[in-house]
């Protein structure tokens, strides 16, 4: 099992940036892979990006190329780097890890984007 811990949010004006973290339990090498998600109130959660262990990236488009996902391996942590944010990335962001055939969540964190 792995538990995962997001940080990084808050509020922020439109054309503003945050760094999300997730910070992992387990090493990022016993990971498959680990997924940004975003959900508002009454829609379902939407995929954002992934980061697979040997590193591919991939984004879901959603944020139209103006998100960068990053780890740092000796802190078992991934990062999302979100510029240019509009109010509709208003959201509740969850790191997802993929482990064992398992799916494991984090709390949630946060990100207002208003003026």
């Known amino acids: 099992q792995v538990q995962l811990v997001e940080s990084g949010g808050g509020l922020v004006q439109p054309g503003g940036s945050l760094r999300l973290s997730c910070a992992a339990s387990?090493?990022?090498?016993?990971?498959?892979?680990i997924a940004w998600y975003r959900q508002t109130p009454g829609k379902e959660r939407e995929w954002v990006g992934t980061?697979?262990?040997?590193?591919?990236?991939n984004y879901s488009g959603v944020m139209e190329g103006r998100i960068t996902i990053s780890r740092d391996d000796g802190a078992n942590a991934v990062f999302l780097q979100m510029n240019n944010l509009k109010p509709e990335d208003t959201a509740v962001y969850y790191c997802?890890?993929?482990?064992?055939?398992?799916?494991?969540w984090g709390q949630g964190t946060q990100v207002t984007v208003s003026s």
């Open positions: 997802n890890a993929a482990m064992g055939g398992q799916s494991f």
């Open positions: 387990e090493s990022i090498f016993n990971i498959y892979g």
């Open positions: 980061i697979t262990r040997s590193g591919t990236i």
